[in-house]
Protein backbone atom coordinates (compact mmCIF):
# COMPACT_ATOMS: atom_id res chain seq x y z
CA UNK A 1 0.00 0.00 0.00
CA UNK A 2 1.47 3.53 -0.82
CA UNK A 3 1.87 5.80 1.78
CA UNK A 4 0.98 9.31 1.80
CA UNK A 5 2.79 11.33 -0.96
CA UNK A 6 4.31 14.82 -0.84
CA UNK A 7 6.12 17.23 -2.83
CA UNK A 8 8.43 19.23 -2.79
CA UNK A 9 10.63 17.83 -0.10
CA UNK A 10 12.58 21.52 0.08
CA UNK A 11 11.71 24.61 -0.53
CA UNK A 12 13.76 27.82 -0.09
CA UNK A 13 11.71 31.08 -1.02
CA UNK A 14 12.45 35.04 -0.13
CA UNK A 15 9.93 36.66 2.15
CA UNK A 16 6.61 37.95 0.16
CA UNK A 17 7.59 35.09 -2.50
CA UNK A 18 4.53 32.79 -3.25
CA UNK A 19 4.68 28.95 -2.60
CA UNK A 20 2.96 25.38 -2.82
CA UNK A 21 2.94 22.04 -1.65
CA UNK A 22 0.99 19.07 -2.78
CA UNK A 23 -0.36 16.24 -1.29
CA UNK A 24 -1.67 12.61 -2.45
CA UNK A 25 -3.15 11.00 -0.08
CA UNK A 26 -3.58 6.97 0.96
CA UNK A 27 -5.86 5.73 -1.60
CA UNK A 28 -9.57 5.39 0.32
CA UNK A 29 -8.39 7.90 3.05
CA UNK A 30 -11.61 10.48 3.44
CA UNK A 31 -9.70 12.67 5.93
CA UNK A 32 -7.12 14.43 5.04
CA UNK A 33 -4.90 17.00 7.14
CA UNK A 34 -2.51 19.56 7.18
CA UNK A 35 0.35 20.50 10.29
CA UNK A 36 3.01 23.18 10.49
CA UNK A 37 6.15 21.67 12.36
CA UNK A 38 8.25 24.30 13.90
CA UNK A 39 11.53 23.31 14.76
CA UNK A 40 11.62 21.67 18.33
CA UNK A 41 7.61 21.87 18.40
CA UNK A 42 4.69 19.32 17.93
CA UNK A 43 2.59 19.57 15.16
CA UNK A 44 0.25 22.38 14.88
CA UNK A 45 -2.95 21.52 12.70
CA UNK A 46 -3.75 24.35 9.89
CA UNK A 47 -6.88 22.66 8.35
CA UNK A 48 -8.67 19.23 8.35
CA UNK A 49 -10.26 18.02 5.14
CA UNK A 50 -13.50 15.28 5.10
CA UNK A 51 -13.98 14.60 1.57
CA UNK A 52 -13.72 17.96 -0.33
CA UNK A 53 -15.09 19.40 2.09
CA UNK A 54 -13.31 21.30 5.56
CA UNK A 55 -14.15 20.24 8.54
CA UNK A 56 -11.86 22.29 10.66
CA UNK A 57 -9.46 25.26 9.42
CA UNK A 58 -9.68 27.33 12.53
CA UNK A 59 -5.64 27.41 12.85
CA UNK A 60 -4.97 28.52 9.27
CA UNK A 61 -3.85 32.09 8.94
CA UNK A 62 -6.66 32.93 6.21
CA UNK A 63 -4.92 36.18 5.54
CA UNK A 64 -1.58 34.01 3.80
CA UNK A 65 -2.88 30.79 3.58
CA UNK A 66 -5.12 28.48 1.51
CA UNK A 67 -5.48 24.96 0.90
CA UNK A 68 -7.94 23.13 -1.26
CA UNK A 69 -9.02 19.38 -1.98
CA UNK A 70 -11.67 19.85 -5.27
CA UNK A 71 -11.70 16.40 -5.78
CA UNK A 72 -11.75 14.84 -2.54
CA UNK A 73 -8.25 12.65 -3.23
CA UNK A 74 -5.21 15.48 -3.17
CA UNK A 75 -4.64 18.58 -2.01
CA UNK A 76 -2.11 22.23 -1.94
CA UNK A 77 -1.29 24.12 0.49
CA UNK A 78 -0.48 27.80 -0.27
CA UNK A 79 1.18 30.71 1.41
CA UNK A 80 0.99 34.00 -0.34
CA UNK A 81 3.06 36.30 0.88
CA UNK A 82 5.47 33.75 2.72
CA UNK A 83 6.95 35.76 6.00
CA UNK A 84 10.15 34.38 7.62
CA UNK A 85 7.91 32.93 10.34
CA UNK A 86 6.46 31.06 8.28
CA UNK A 87 9.79 28.45 8.09
CA UNK A 88 9.02 25.11 9.23
CA UNK A 89 8.30 21.62 8.08
CA UNK A 90 4.34 20.99 6.62
CA UNK A 91 3.45 17.75 7.44
CA UNK A 92 0.04 16.13 5.42
CA UNK A 93 -1.46 13.08 6.94
CA UNK A 94 -4.66 11.49 5.84
CA UNK A 95 -6.77 8.71 8.11
CA UNK A 96 -9.36 6.30 6.71
CA UNK A 97 -12.40 8.62 8.72
CA UNK A 98 -12.74 11.07 11.54
CA UNK A 99 -13.93 9.22 14.03
CA UNK A 100 -12.98 6.43 16.72
CA UNK A 101 -11.07 3.86 15.61
CA UNK A 102 -10.68 4.96 11.82
CA UNK A 103 -8.84 7.93 12.79
CA UNK A 104 -5.79 6.91 12.74
CA UNK A 105 -3.33 9.36 10.77
CA UNK A 106 -0.33 8.32 8.47
CA UNK A 107 1.98 10.92 7.58
CA UNK A 108 4.09 12.18 4.51
CA UNK A 109 7.69 12.71 4.60
CA UNK A 110 6.71 16.46 4.64
CA UNK A 111 7.88 19.71 2.98
CA UNK A 112 10.87 21.63 4.61
CA UNK A 113 9.89 25.26 3.94
CA UNK A 114 12.82 27.99 4.64
CA UNK A 115 11.41 31.45 4.27
CA UNK A 116 15.04 34.27 3.61
CA UNK B 1 -9.05 21.70 27.39
CA UNK B 2 -7.07 18.74 26.84
CA UNK B 3 -2.98 19.10 26.67
CA UNK B 4 -0.35 16.71 26.70
CA UNK B 5 2.96 17.27 28.59
CA UNK B 6 5.80 15.49 27.62
CA UNK B 7 9.43 15.11 29.33
CA UNK B 8 11.94 17.83 27.56
CA UNK B 9 14.97 16.59 25.84
CA UNK B 10 17.14 15.68 24.72
CA UNK B 11 17.70 12.22 26.56
CA UNK B 12 20.70 11.01 26.17
CA UNK B 13 21.68 7.73 27.26
CA UNK B 14 24.19 4.27 26.11
CA UNK B 15 23.20 1.40 23.90
CA UNK B 16 21.28 -1.67 26.05
CA UNK B 17 20.28 1.29 28.47
CA UNK B 18 16.82 1.27 29.76
CA UNK B 19 14.32 3.89 28.56
CA UNK B 20 11.75 6.11 30.29
CA UNK B 21 10.07 9.03 28.21
CA UNK B 22 7.29 10.22 30.63
CA UNK B 23 3.86 11.16 29.11
CA UNK B 24 1.15 12.85 31.20
CA UNK B 25 -2.30 14.52 30.32
CA UNK B 26 -5.28 16.33 31.05
CA UNK B 27 -8.33 15.46 29.16
CA UNK B 28 -12.30 15.64 30.11
CA UNK B 29 -13.39 12.83 28.64
CA UNK B 30 -11.86 9.40 27.91
CA UNK B 31 -9.20 9.77 25.02
CA UNK B 32 -7.29 7.42 23.06
CA UNK B 33 -3.36 8.07 23.31
CA UNK B 34 -0.50 7.42 20.81
CA UNK B 35 3.30 7.71 20.63
CA UNK B 36 4.68 8.47 17.26
CA UNK B 37 7.78 8.97 16.48
CA UNK B 38 9.89 11.05 14.09
CA UNK B 39 13.68 9.79 12.64
CA UNK B 40 15.88 12.34 11.17
CA UNK B 41 15.01 13.28 7.61
CA UNK B 42 11.25 11.61 7.65
CA UNK B 43 8.01 11.67 9.01
CA UNK B 44 5.67 11.13 11.74
CA UNK B 45 5.14 7.69 12.30
CA UNK B 46 2.54 5.69 14.70
CA UNK B 47 4.54 3.58 17.19
CA UNK B 48 1.47 2.39 19.67
CA UNK B 49 -1.77 3.49 20.67
CA UNK B 50 -4.24 2.42 23.76
CA UNK B 51 -7.56 3.33 23.40
CA UNK B 52 -8.63 2.47 27.04
CA UNK B 53 -7.93 2.53 30.78
CA UNK B 54 -5.27 -0.50 31.51
CA UNK B 55 -4.58 -1.30 28.03
CA UNK B 56 -0.73 -1.41 26.96
CA UNK B 57 0.34 -0.49 23.60
CA UNK B 58 3.61 -2.05 22.12
CA UNK B 59 5.82 -1.85 18.76
CA UNK B 60 9.07 -3.14 18.45
CA UNK B 61 10.14 -3.75 21.79
CA UNK B 62 8.47 -0.21 22.96
CA UNK B 63 5.79 -0.11 25.62
CA UNK B 64 3.16 2.29 27.48
CA UNK B 65 0.20 1.20 29.64
CA UNK B 66 -2.83 3.94 29.76
CA UNK B 67 -3.04 5.09 33.34
CA UNK B 68 -5.84 6.48 33.95
CA UNK B 69 -5.35 7.30 37.63
CA UNK B 70 -1.85 9.06 37.37
CA UNK B 71 -3.56 10.69 33.42
CA UNK B 72 -0.05 9.24 32.39
CA UNK B 73 1.22 7.26 29.10
CA UNK B 74 4.93 6.73 29.66
CA UNK B 75 6.79 5.27 26.90
CA UNK B 76 9.32 2.33 27.77
CA UNK B 77 12.25 0.18 26.19
CA UNK B 78 14.32 -2.28 27.90
CA UNK B 79 17.45 -2.06 26.05
CA UNK B 80 17.74 0.70 23.33
CA UNK B 81 20.09 0.59 19.93
CA UNK B 82 21.05 3.78 18.18
CA UNK B 83 18.56 3.21 15.61
CA UNK B 84 16.21 4.43 18.13
CA UNK B 85 17.45 7.58 18.03
CA UNK B 86 14.34 10.09 17.17
CA UNK B 87 12.06 12.67 18.09
CA UNK B 88 9.00 10.59 19.70
CA UNK B 89 5.74 12.34 20.61
CA UNK B 90 2.55 11.87 22.82
CA UNK B 91 -0.75 12.76 21.51
CA UNK B 92 -4.39 12.07 22.79
CA UNK B 93 -7.39 12.18 20.69
CA UNK B 94 -11.02 12.47 21.62
CA UNK B 95 -14.38 13.58 21.52
CA UNK B 96 -13.89 17.60 23.58
CA UNK B 97 -11.01 17.23 20.31
CA UNK B 98 -13.37 16.66 17.81
CA UNK B 99 -11.03 13.54 17.35
CA UNK B 100 -7.96 15.42 16.49
CA UNK B 101 -4.57 14.51 17.64
CA UNK B 102 -3.47 16.69 20.83
CA UNK B 103 0.24 16.47 20.71
CA UNK B 104 3.23 16.94 23.65
CA UNK B 105 6.43 19.06 22.12
CA UNK B 106 8.25 15.66 21.42
CA UNK B 107 11.31 14.52 23.45
CA UNK B 108 14.26 13.83 21.17
CA UNK B 109 15.95 10.78 22.20
CA UNK B 110 19.84 10.48 21.84
CA UNK B 111 21.44 6.96 21.76
CA UNK B 112 25.53 6.46 22.02
CA UNK B 113 27.14 3.44 20.77
Known amino acids: EAGVAQSPRYKIIEKRQSVAFWCNPI?????LYWYQQILGQGPKLLIQ????????DSQLPKDRFSAERLKGVDSTLKIQPAKLEDSAVYLC??????????????FGPGTRLTVL | GNSVTQMEGPVTLSEEAFLTINCTYT??????LFWYVQYPGEGLQLLLK???ADDKGSNKGFEATYRKETTSFHLEKGSVQVSDSAVYFC????????????WGAGTKLIIKP
Open chain 1, 93 to 106: ASSLDRFGSYNEQF
Open chain 1, 27 to 31: SGHAT
Open chain 1, 49 to 56: FQNNGVVD
Open chain 2, 27 to 32: ATGYPS
Open chain 2, 50 to 52: ATK
Open chain 2, 91 to 102: ALSDLDSNYQLI
